[in-house]
């Protein structure tokens, strides 16, 4: 069984900076793809911003210019810098991974969530 635990989130006031950490543990052969989804109220989970095992990149538009993703593949950590922070920023963010087992068969799995609320 594979954990994925954040931390970071927090209360920050407009164009102000958090990084999130997401960090895996548990019994795994190689985490696959990462990502970063949020969840505002009431509304529905979007992707944020994933990365492959090779460093590559994808990011909601709604965030380009303003976060990056990294990863540290020897730590199983994926981070999320967020500078330039506004309001419709406010969310759960959640880790999710793909993560390869020794059984050979890829499975899914997501963190608890933290909360990231940007005030004006």
């Known amino acids: 069984q594979v954990q994925l635990v954040e931390s970071g989130g927090g209360l920050v006031k407009t164009g102000g900076s958090l990084r999130l950490s997401c960090a895996a543990s548990?019994?795994?052969?190689?985490?696959?793809?990462m990502v970063w989804y949020r969840q505002a109220p009431g509304k529905q989970r979007e992707l944020v911003a994933r990365?492959?095992?090779?460093?590559?990149?994808n990011y909601a538009d709604s965030v380009k210019g303003r976060f990056t993703i990294s990863r540290d593949n020897a730590k199983n950590t994926v981070y999320l810098q967020m500078n330039s922070l506004k309001p419709e920023d406010t969310a759960v963010y959640y880790c999710?991974?793909?993560?390869?087992?020794?059984?050979?068969?890829?499975?899914?799995?997501w963190g608890q969530g933290t909360q990231v609320t940007v005030s004006s």
């Open positions: 999710n991974a793909w993560v390869r087992s020794w059984d050979s068969y890829e499975y899914e799995y």
């Open positions: 548990g019994s795994m052969f190689s985490i696959n793809v």
């Open positions: 990365i492959t095992s090779g460093g590559s990149t």
